[in-house]
């Protein structure tokens, strides 16, 4: 039996590394239940999200409610789970949006240098002068409250931090004797980016990734919890909190399992990037490498 | 002046304040299109169901919106430079008048969540790197990871059930000002400053552990160590005084952060800051207030940044020598 290429064996010890961290896989299962859940929602959700039964309304958790149900009778259960579906959308759309014109920017920016350099970071140090929030808040000024916004919004507010971690690692790859020996052959620009460039600035990429969905949901359930994000009917985890403003002694259980759905999602996305770091960046892999040897 | 500027200090201060100059002319410029990129008509959509020609024509004009835009944007630029920053939509209340008074509140939620921060990531972060590996570290590495993912304002309405709706200790929301009234000032500001202060702490305390981490690993605690120094010594003068560079700048970074992002926070709480105040103005559709505000909030966030950075280049000289 060949050997397998280097590529392939970094791969598999990387994987192999990854599940070998606790936390790591059990935030990867939990991620994988929740989109399972969210995914499934419309079908095993055990009421409709606006069936209203106030004779029920404010009812604790039970057998028939697991957790509860609201002021208008409402199936908690319900709503979180329809509710949790839409924030990984959104997290997951903006989140996209954000890699791709980030991404873009960021490698032309950090391999043709020059002009195209200067110009974009420029307007990346002028989009990560404002607060998160408050930048997410004006686009939604500008554009209305409504779910294409909200995704738009939070696109739009995370593209900067993905072009700088682009920029960097690309400054740093470009420099590489493989890229100089390829250039030197005549390769094209295209073929190098895709080949040699991509590939060697994924990890941090990755990283951020799964970070970013986690400060996305937190975003959008804001905004929803200001009543700019996703609007009513269809039902928000932020804007189930809001709701429950009014019954904070007479019901806990309107604020506690929204606000459970977020922080489940977000430390699980939080706890996956902290894994992937230890994995994809090489002076955090040598610690790891080291604790599992122990 | 040549001596002047010679000195890397002065080079380096120079070299960062004409970069804020550089990115606050991108704020400004932001700021000014924020109410052209609106689809539609501005001035249409902020009247609402107060419209009629004559409002309409004499909000237009007031605004300067009739005028060619090159002309708008150097007048806004003009009027910004000098502390106009126009009137409100809403209420015809100037701008600068109307932030510069919710500007205090702010400021003190700001500093008191700050202040809460730091007790607590100060000596957890330290704690946990100079424990690494134990339980204690675990602990509260594993809280800290908690404490960032929670939303702050669900942490908010959780404080408010337990602290003002069922013990009853503290006030539900409102605010009174500091001068007037320091002890009601005081009990306003506990809850809102609290959850402030639990999330920033949460981040914060990540960044003093790996900054404590990556002294204790240096080269030159490790000859202070070997000289024979007490373990004590070693931490607080070698280990601990060191690490605080780089918390001085996350410290820079969160203040900056809290300033501009403690809306949800101050509507939750009704605290008469500057974020309540971008809410209404949003929600409201009064673009100049919203373009102040944006202006002011980015203004301040350059500005704390510029600070921290020249300070951390006074106290750690391969800043400004890089």
């Known amino acids: 039996m060949t050997d ?11 994987w192999r590394l990854l599940l070998a961290n606790p936390l790591t896989l059990a935030s990867g ?29 404010l009812q604790p958790p039970s057998g028939a409610h697991w957790f509860g149900t609201d002021e208008l009778g409402r199936d908690i259960l319900s709503r979180v789970l329809v509710a949790m579906q839409a924030s990984l959308q959104v997290s997951v759309v903006s989140v996209a949006f954000a890699v791709v014109v980030g991404v873009t920017v960021g490698v032309v920016a950090g391999y043709r240098g020059g002009w195209a350099d200067i110009v974009f970071m420029r307007v990346v140090d002028v989009m990560f002068a404002f607060p998160v929030l408050l930048l997410a808040l004006a686009i939604v000024a500008i554009l209305g409250p409504g779910m294409t916004t909200t995704m738009l919004a939070i696109g739009i507010v995370f593209t900067p931090i993905f072009a700088r971690v682009a920029r960097a690692s690309t400054l740093s790859v470009r420099t590489e004797p493989y890229v100089a020996v390829s250039r030197t052959m005549g390769t094209g620009h295209g073929f190098i980016l895709s080949r040699h460039v991509l590939p060697n600035i994924a990890g941090p990429l990755i990283v951020q990734t799964s970070l970013s969905l986690a400060f996305a949901i937190l975003s959008e359930a804001a905004l929803s919890f200001l009543g700019l994000g996703i609007q009513p009917p269809h039902p928000s985890l932020g804007r189930m909190i809001f709701d429950s403003q009014g019954f904070v002694t007479l019901a806990w259980w309107m604020a506690v ?22 994995v994809l960046d090489p002076k955090q892999r040598t610690l790891a490498e080291a604790r599992r040897n122990r | 002046m040549r001596t002047l500027f010679a000195s890397p200090i002065l080079r380096f201060v120079g070299r960062r304040l004409l970069y804020s100059l550089v990115v606050l002319a991108g704020v400004l410029v932001l700021a000014f299109a924020l109410v052209h990129l609106v689809p539609g008509d501005p001035v249409r959509i902020a009247l609402g169901t107060r419209y009629t020609p004559e409002a309409y024509q004499a909000l237009r004009s007031a605004s300067g919106l009739d005028r060619p835009l090159v002309q708008q944007f150097f007048s806004y630029a003009g009027s910004a430079l000098t502390g106009d920053l126009g009137v409100s939509f809403r209420n015809g209340d100037p701008v600068t008048a109307t932030l510069l008074e919710r500007l205090p509140a702010t400021v003190s939620l ?68 500091l001068l007037t009234d320091p002890g009601g000032w005081l009990r306003h500001v506990i809850l809102p400053g609290l959850t402030v202060g639990l999330v920033a702490a949460a981040i914060m305390t990540r960044y003093v552990r790996t900054a404590v981490l990556e002294v204790a690993s240096a080269a030159h605690v490790r000859t202070a160590r070997s000289k024979g120094l007490a373990p004590a010594v070693v931490t ?49 559709r009064d673009y100049p207030l919203i373009q102040g505000a944006v202006l002011l909030i980015a203004t301040l966030f350059l500005l704390i940044n510029l600070i921290v950075d020249v300070l951390y280049a006074v106290v750690d000289p391969r800043i400004r020598l890089s």
Do not use: C, K
């Not at chain 2, 800290?144 to 006030?171: E, K, N, R, Y």
């Not at chain 2, 203040?255 to 971008?278: D, S």
């Open chain 1, 29 to 57: 299962v939990v991620l994988i239940a929740v989109a399972i859940a969210a995914g499934t929602a419309r079908w095993i959700a055990p009421s409709g999200i606006n069936d209203v039964d106030v004779p029920n309304a």
């Open chain 2, 110 to 177: 700001a500093i008191v969540g700050i202040l809460i921060a730091l007790l607590i990531a100060l000596p957890a972060g330290i704690w946990s790197a100079l424990h690494r590996g134990r339980i204690s570290d675990g602990i509260i590495r594993v809280t800290s990871q908690f404490g960032v993912s929670i939303p702050d304002f669900w942490m908010a309405i959780l404080l408010i059930g337990l602290f003002a709706s069922t013990l009853g200790w503290l006030p539900t929301s409102g605010y009174r000002p």
């Open chain 1, 257 to 278: 399992f929204p606000g459970a759905a977020i922080v489940v999602i977000v430390l699980a996305f939080n706890l996956l990037g902290d894994g992937l770091r230890d």
């Open chain 1, 4 to 14: 397998m290429p280097s590529g392939d064996n970094l791969r598999v010890s990387s």
């Open chain 2, 236 to 284: 607080s003068r070698h280990i601990v005084r060191n690490a605080l560079v780089p918390v001085l700048t996350i410290t820079g970074i969160q203040l900056a952060t809290i300033l501009g992002g403690v809306i949800v926070v101050e509507v939750v709480f009704a605290w008469p800051g500057l974020g309540r105040l971008v809410y209404n103005a949003v929600a409201a």
